[in-house]
């Protein structure tokens, strides 16, 4: 599977590039939504893994780009944040079509879980679940 990691911070960019590789994913990285746009224009991956605290467009908007072109309809977006982690950022961010909302830091099996979930979910088309928040 092609997979776009789009993430500024280097640390961050590394350990899932090194994560994804492990799980036989070809990793491409961005350092922020323009450019994985820019990217994407000339290949299109199969899931795109995105912060959304990053410069010049962040990853709400890159959801948001993506979604609004059909071209791009078969592509899995997975939000990975540590800093929106309100239930009204979770709610936006599954609203904006991400298949699923991933809160830093998350132990490595489990966002490999996680991964996993949406994309056997997006290949059967089911749609995303927020999961359920306690106050």
Do not use: W
């Not at 500024?8 to 990793?27: A, C, G």
């Not at 944040?81 to 490595?108: C, F, H, M, R, V």
């Amino acid at each position: 599977m092609k997979t776009m990691i789009v993430e500024d911070e280097e640390d961050s960019r590394v350990m899932l590039t090194n994560l994804l590789n492990r799980q036989d994913h070809t990793v491409l990285s961005a350092l922020n939504g323009k450019k994985a746009l820019d990217m994407i224009k000339e290949s299109v991956p199969d899931m795109i893994v995105t912060d959304i605290l990053m410069p010049e467009m962040d990853g709400f908007e890159l959801c948001r780009q993506v979604r609004a072109n059909p071209e791009y309809n078969h592509v899995i977006l997975i939000i990975y944040t540590g800093s929106y982690k309100t239930p009204a950022d979770i709610e936006l961010g599954y609203a904006i079509g991400a298949n699923e909302y991933i809160i830093k830091p998350q132990e490595p099996s489990v966002f490999i879980q996680l991964i996993e979930k949406a994309i056997i979910d997006h290949k059967s088309k089911r749609r995303p679940h927020p999961p359920l928040l306690s106050n």
